[in-house]
Nanobody, 121 residues
């Protein structure tokens, strides 16, 4: 059984910072790409940032220069450092991992339960 557990969401004022964490646990053989998505009310889920096992990253244009994604492969954990937060960053943030569980034969997408980030004064 594979689980992705997020932490670090909350309420922050505009211009503030938050750090999200997501730990993948269970019978995992290999993790390729890990990333963060977000979904605001009435909007589609969108990619925020992603990172490969080798450290290559990509970001949504709206967060470039403000957010930093990183990962600890030994801990199967991905982080999202969010700086200079804006009200439009308010959303539920979901962790995603492209991984192969033990006994599996191909990569598949796994998702966390989501963590709320609210940017408001």
């Amino acid at each position: 059984q594979v689980q992705l557990v997020e932490s670090g969401g909350g309420l922050v004022q505009p211009g503030g910072s938050l750090r999200l964490s997501c730990a993948a646990s269970g019978s995992i053989f290999s993790i390729n790409r890990m990333g963060w998505y977000r979904q605001a009310p009435g909007k589609q889920r969108e990619l925020v940032a992603a990172i490969t096992s080798r450290g290559s990253t990509n970001y949504a244009d709206s967060v470039k220069g403000r957010f930093i994604i990183s990962r600890d492969n030994a801990k199967n954990t991905v982080y999202l450092q969010m700086n200079s937060l804006k009200p439009e960053d308010t959303a539920v943030y979901y962790c995603n991992a492209d991984l192969i569980p033990y006994g599996g034969s191909r990569y598949a997408d796994y998702w966390g339960q989501g963590t709320q980030v609210t940017v408001s004064s």
